[in-house]
């Protein structure tokens, strides 16, 4: 069974920064692709981030590019979300995920596995 646990969600002032972490466990974290997603009350589910599990490569939504990085760390089994100068509309659950597969990867129903999510508030 996986699990992906994130952390690091808070409340922080517009222009802030924020590190998020996802553990992920059960099953070889190197394998997974992976991604960030958020959600904000009333919307929907929204693409934020995505690795590749090989190279690394990275790809952003256009609203957090420039400002968020995704990394992750395979000897640690964990992904990050650097995030920084951070606006009141980046407030929203953030949720990790991971899938086997490559391709759509800013497609939720792409994803097999899912953390419970971790709140970030930013007050203007």
């Known amino acids: 069974q996986v699990q992906l646990v994130e952390s690091g969600g808070g409340l922080v002032q517009a222009g802030g920064s924020l590190r998020l972490s996802c553990e992920v466990s059960?099953?070889?974290?190197?394998?997974?692709?992976m991604g960030w997603f958020r959600q904000a009350p009333g919307k929907e589910r929204e693409f934020v981030a995505h690795i590749s599990w090989g190279a690394g490569i990275a790809y952003y939504a256009n609203s957090v590019k420039g400002r968020f990085t995704i990394s992750r760390d395979n000897a640690k089994n964990t992904l990050y979300l650097q995030m920084i100068s951070l606006k009141p509309e980046d407030t929203a659950v953030y949720y990790c995920?991971?899938?086997?597969?490559?391709?759509?990867?800013?497609?939720?129903?792409?994803?097999?596995?899912w953390g419970q999510g971790t709140q970030v508030t930013v007050s203007s």
């Open positions: 995920a991971a899938k086997d597969a490559p391709g759509y990867y800013a497609s939720p129903i792409r994803y097999d596995y």
């Open positions: 059960g099953r070889t974290f190197s394998h997974y692709f």
